[in-house]
């Protein structure tokens, strides 16, 4: 059974500092995605990851996997308060219909 | 592209009433559809897979009865909450899979239901 883990879980970070948020996943998986959640909404997606050693940038964020380690990483460069909003991870089951399992959701809340 | 809408946006009911929620690709064809529940502070959790024109396939420890899913047509699936109680209170996140094109097996999210079972 997949399971995908994230920490930390809660995250307070003062405006301009940077810190990483990591995924680990128990299994081999071909896709790995994340998201974003604001309070009272769905999902948006940030990026998805599909090879060892990929890296994806947007803005403020940047986004590493290392299928090797089973280990997807959320970096954040110079945090503003706009990025306060849980991030989730999800790591796609390889055979059965594409399935997600999604990791337990890392709340961000950046501080002025 | 790729716009998946629900309906209600949220809805309050009776417990021991049934209700159904809505899910659809508005720009594209989904042979798989996904439901998930999401409690409060807590993630995402798959409760089951719809496919257009068979039985969806339930996970483990999610009543196939009391959760009722039909996937008639390659652009709407529907969740109905049988006997709705307090604890199926949540938030309800269908997404739907594109099937062809760049985005091919990508999982579109719709924007979520959020449901009180007073």
């Known amino acids: 059974e997949l399971k995908v883990e994230q920490n930390p879980l809660f995250l307070s970070m003062q405006e301009g500092k940077n810190y990483t948020i990591y995924c680990n996943y128990s299994?081999?998986?071909?896709?790995l995605y994340w998201y974003r959640q604001d309070p009272g909404k769905s999902l948006e997606s940030l990026f998805v990851?599909?090879?060892?050693?990929a890296v994806k940038q947007e803005g403020r964020l940047m986004a590493s996997l290392d299928t090797k380690a089973r280990l997807s990483t959320l970096h954040i460069t110079a945090a503003v308060h706009d990025l306060s909003a849980t991030y989730f991870c999800?790591?796609?089951?390889?055979?059965?219909?594409?399935?997600?399992?999604f990791g337990t959701g890392t709340r961000l809340q950046v501080t002025l | 592209g790729a716009v998946v809408s629900q309906h209600p946006s949220w809805v309050i009911c009776k417990s021991g009433t049934s209700v159904k929620i809505e899910c659809r690709s508005l720009?594209?064809?989904?042979?798989?559809m996904f439901w998930y529940r999401q409690f409060p502070k807590q993630s995402l959790m798959l409760m089951a897979t719809?496919?257009?024109?068979?039985?969806?396939?339930?996970e483990q420890g999610v009543e196939k009865d009391k959760f009722l899913i039909n996937h008639a047509s390659l652009t709407l699936s529907t969740l109905t909450v049988t006997s709705a109680h307090p604890e199926d209170s949540s938030f309800y996140i269908c997404?739907?899979?594109?099937?062809?094109?760049?985005?091919?097996?990508?999982?579109?999210f719709g924007p979520g239901t959020r449901l009180t079972v007073l």
């Open positions: 990851l599909l090879s060892n050693g």
């Open positions: 720009d594209f064809q989904a042979t798989t």
């Open positions: 719809s496919n257009e024109g068979s039985k969806a396939t339930y």
């Open positions: 999800a790591v796609r089951n390889t055979g059965t219909a594409s399935k997600l399992t």
């Open positions: 299994t081999t998986s071909d896709r």
């Open positions: 997404s739907a899979r594109y099937a062809g094109g760049p985005a091919y097996n990508e999982q579109f």
